[in-house]
């Protein structure tokens, strides 16, 4: 499933090609024809994300999409149109076309291929979203229950020094007030989170009404890096340990965002993570085995030799 990193990379392309342009959205499939009929020929004016959740403001109207485990956009356009071909889960490289103009200047894109849920489109691309879990268009206090019930994103402060994320909502648009809040506001909300939870601490990293934004591969990761047991309940965690986490998994992801893949393992070599798929074989670091287990309906990597407290 795509993490958070994959999230943020999304609106910012989204921002990059679509904000504050008159777009026309549609649904091929037909499964969102009556979302896509209210957020067509508006302009979108700030694409978001918080945890795994993607949201495109539209004056009131709110789209919001979750990829989920299937989910991805893919970015088709002329030489104006700068885009990353595909974003979320992966998906078979487009192939090049000549591009070709209605009388209006706009782009003609392709016939929608295979089930697109929805396909939006500016005057020099556009973007077919295949296989989401979600994609609703919300009011403004529906958008607002829903990130009332998320955890604090690492990805949402800005560098340190700094309050504000250089991504984020400009001032006067929606949701402005609920996201001025600094790396010691989300930080302390997520040492809160854990102080309320028993669950362990592994259970507690994918709950993203603790933290939002992680996955099963910055939560094993970032487990193992910071030598923590992974059963370790989540209340019992110390408060310094607890926050040289949260360091770790804001590094992590911030790094997510700028390669836009995750590599855990900064030394050179084919090895991009240090124990997430690496069960049975022997730890980089101390030499004993990795383990595995379910936890939760996912998987579980850790090293017994590293992570004992
Ligand atoms: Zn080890």
Known sequence: MPEG???HRLAAQINTVFAGHLWRVSSPQGRFSAGAER??????QHAEAWGKHLFVHLGPAVWQVHLGLYGAFSFRGDADFAAEATIGAPRAAAVTFEPAYDDGGWLIPEPPKGAVRARVSGRHG???????TTCAVLDLAEYQAVIGRLGPDPLRQGPPGQDMPSQ???AGLPGQGLRGRTEADLRGAFLHNLTRRRISIAAALMDQAVIAGVGNIYRAESLFLERLDPHTPSNQVAPERASALWDRLTEQLRDGVAEGRIRTVRTRGSRRHWV???QGTPCKRCGAVIEAAELVGRRLYWCPG???D
């Open 126 to 132: 556009w973007a077919d979203l295949r296989g989401p």
């Open 276 to 278: 997430y798929k690496h």
């Open 5 to 7: 990193h994959t999230l």
């Open 306 to 308: 590293c992570q004992r």
């Open 39 to 44: 957020l067509d020929g508006q302009v979108p």
């Open 168 to 170: 984020e909502t400009p």
